[in-house]
């Protein structure tokens, strides 16, 4: 089975920068996209951002858009989300999470569209 940790979370001030990492083992496939989610308390788990297993960005959310990078190293079998300018509506748990087939015209927006998850790491912009 496939399992993606998480790490890197932490508290950073408004406007600062983090850099979230995930780490992939397990057998995966040639088309195996990867993604970051995020959870803020009492709310619903978005998408933030996903990338194709060649490393082409898919999707950003729009209240990311020039502030934070998706990326992957498949040598280190390794997916990072850069955040930079930070805003306290960015705080949340933060998901990697991975998916079988992945396309980049297609539509993976809700968590139910993918295979496996992290275990979540905590990113809190403190205003």
């Known amino acids: 089975q496939v399992q993606l940790v998480e790490s890197g979370g932490g508290l950073v001030q408004a406007g600062g920068s983090l850099r979230v990492s995930c780490v992939v083992s397990g057998r995966t496939f040639g088309s195996y996209g990867m993604a970051w989610f995020r959870q803020a308390p009492a709310k619903e788990r978005e998408l933030v951002a996903g990338v194709s297993w060649g490393g082409s960005v898919a999707y950003y959310a729009d209240s990311v858009k020039g502030r934070f990078t998706i990326s992957r190293d498949n040598a280190k079998n390794t997916a990072y989300l850069q955040m930079n300018s930070l805003k306290p509506e960015d705080t949340a748990v933060y998901y990697c999470?991975?998916?079988?087939?992945?396309?980049?015209?297609?539509?993976?927006?809700?968590?139910?569209?993918?295979?496996?998850w992290g275990q979540g790491t905590q990113v809190t912009d403190s205003s």
């Open positions: 999470a991975g998916r079988k087939y992945y396309s980049l015209t297609g539509d993976y927006m809700s968590p139910h569209d993918w295979d496996n």
